[in-house]
């Protein structure tokens, strides 16, 4: 089996800074896409950042230039370091990996339990 679990997140007041973590587990061969999305009370669910197994990045315009994340493969991690947050930033948010498990042919879409990050003063 494989799961996500997530670390982090908690209250900050404006223009603060907070990280979120979320380490993969189980019989895992390899993993191609890790992100982060998120999902404010009332709205969908939005895609936040993602890194490819490459390094290469991709994030949503709300939040480039503020956020950033990044991976370690070796620990099958994800990080995602967010300064200058805004209340606009407050949601749950949701680790995703594309993972492959050992005899597999292709992978799978993994979620995480979602981690609260609330910003307020």
């Known amino acids: 089996q494989v799961q996500l679990v997530e670390s982090g997140g908690g209250l900050v007041q404006p223009g603060g800074s907070l990280s979120v973590s979320c380490a993969a587990s189980?019989?895992?061969?390899?993993?191609?896409?890790m992100g982060w999305y998120r999902q404010a009370p009332g709205k969908q669910r939005e895609l936040v950042a993602t890194v490819t197994s490459g390094g290469r990045t991709n994030y949503a315009g709300s939040v480039k230039g503020r956020f950033t994340i990044s991976r370690d493969n070796a620990k099958n991690t994800v990080y995602l370091q967010m300064n200058s947050l805004e209340p606009e930033d407050t949601a749950v948010y949701y680790c995703n990996a594309n993972i492959r498990q050992w005899g597999e042919v292709t992978g799978k879409a993994y979620w995480g339990q979602g981690t609260q990050v609330t910003v307020s003063s």
């Open positions: 189980g019989s895992i061969l390899s993993i191609n896409v």
